[in-house]
Structures are given as structure tokens and as C-alpha cells.
């Protein structure tokens, strides 16, 4: 299974771009990488997901490296509605099984 | 329209006591999955479900029994309720195995 690590916490000043950075540097040519959010109280929501190449829907985009060791999350303009744990997880074989960390709980500051 | 919906949403019961916590998914999904949330909120996978057809069993205790009837439904029921059961349970559901998953809302489930 592939490991992730995140920092535990960030801030991020309210309209500017929030970057997530995360850690994967076991993963498998064949696995993606997804993030998920979970804000207060609700159940967490998938945001994105991606392989190889950067990907970008409208809630966010994912920067990966080459090497596909790390990547990044960047919400592009974060509001206070943003604030929330972001997860990223490598699911485990071919179950599927998520596997979540701690994650990084990112602050939105006005 | 809520896409994975979870009944109740809060729950109050005593010690021994047997509940079950009922999941529908209205997205045509194949797999279903149930989660737990402790109170140091970290989320591990209990049981997962595909084409009604038991794929992942963590270390669960057996008082745990998750029932699907069909393929939009993943009922947990818990016997002999004990105060560590005391925990958010999150519903899931994704179009196959290995794909995005889409969570439910959520059960608060709080035994005294």
C-alpha cells in the first residue's frame, strides 16, 4: 500500500490560492492519487484525481511531478467555506480500500 | 435529491442494546462501503460490499453485521452495543471497485 504524508496544518488568507502539498513517494505506476475533504460535521467529499498528468475540475487542480512522487492540491481561490481536512490517499489494490491519514486541516483566514 | 442517504442521522441508546443504521444509494453504484469516524476522527474502513457480495472485512468485531439486499443497500446492524461503539458511521458508495467513492452524511451514533 502506498504511504502519504501531509503536514498537519495550514492557513491560507481568504481569496488567495491554498497548495497542499503531499508525499507518495511508494506509489505504483498503475495508482492514482485522489483527495478528498471532509469539512465540520459532514462526510467527506471527493475533490479530484489523478494518474500522471495534472488535472483541474472546477473545484480544484493537482499538480503531480514527474516522478509522481509527490503532488499538490491547489484551490485556486479559498474561501472561509474551504476550511476543512484534506485527505490524499493512494487506495489500496483492487479493492479500492481508502486508507485515510490524518490529512492536513486547512484554516481559511479572512 | 441526496445521492447516498443514511438513516438516522442521530442516535442515542444504552449499553446492550441491538440498532441498525440503514444506507440507500440512488447512483446506480455497484460497491458500498461502510466507515467509522472515532473520537480522535480518524476514518477506517469497516466493511465494503460489491454487487452484494462481502469484498473487504477489516478487523471488525463480529457483533458488526453488515446485510445488503440489494445492490443500492448496505445496512449495518450492531448487537450488544458497548460504550466504544460511540462514533460517527459513514455510508459509501462508488460505481465499481477501485473508483471514486461518494460518501453519505453520516450517523452519530452515542451509546450510554
Known amino acids: 500500500d502506498a504511504k502519504t504524508t501531509q503536514p498537519t496544518s495550514m492557513d491560507c488568507a481568504e481569496g488567495r490560492a491554498a497548495n497542499l502539498p503531499c508525499n507518495h513517494s511508494?506509489?505504483?505506476?498503475?495508482?492514482?492519487v485522489y483527495w478528498y475533504r471532509q469539512i465540520h460535521s459532514q462526510g467527506p467529499q471527493y475533490i479530484i484525481h489523478?494518474?500522471?498528468n495534472n488535472e483541474t475540475n472546477e473545484m480544484a487542480s493537482l499538480i503531480i511531478t514527474e516522478d509522481r512522487k509527490s503532488s499538490t492540491l491547489i484551490l485556486p481561490h479559498a474561501t472561509l467555506r474551504d476550511t476543512a481536512v484534506y485527505y490524499c490517499?493512494?487506495?489500496?489494490?483492487?479493492?479500492?480500500?481508502?486508507?485515510f491519514g490524518q490529512g492536513t486541516t486547512l484554516q481559511v483566514k479572512p | 435529491d441526496t445521492a447516498v442517504s443514511q438513516t438516522p442521522k442521530y442516535l442515542v441508546t444504552q449499553m446492550g442494546n441491538d440498532k441498525s443504521i440503514k444506507c440507500e444509494q440512488n447512483?446506480?453504484?455497484?460497491?458500498m462501503y461502510w466507515y467509522k469516524q472515532d473520537s480522535k476522527k480518524f476514518l477506517k474502513i469497516m466493511f465494503s460490499?460489491?454487487?452484494?457480495?462481502?469484498?473487504i472485512n477489516e478487523t471488525v468485531p463480529n457483533r458488526f453485521s453488515p446485510k445488503s439486499p440489494d445492490k443500492a443497500h448496505l445496512n449495518l446492524h450492531i448487537n450488544s452495543l458497548e460504550l466504544g461503539d460511540s462514533a460517527v458511521y459513514f455510508c459509501?458508495?462508488?460505481?465499481?471497485?477501485?473508483?471514486?467513492?461518494?460518501f453519505g452524511e453520516g450517523s452519530w451514533l452515542t451509546v450510554v
Open positions: 459509501a458508495s462508488s460505481p465499481r471497485t477501485a473508483s471514486t467513492i461518494y
Open positions: 511508494t506509489i505504483s505506476g498503475n495508482e492514482y
Open positions: 489523478g494518474l500522471k
Open positions: 490517499i493512494v487506495p489500496s489494490g483492487n479493492t479500492g480500500k481508502l486508507i
Open positions: 447512483l446506480g453504484h455497484d460497491t
Open positions: 460490499y460489491n454487487n452484494k457480495e462481502l469484498i
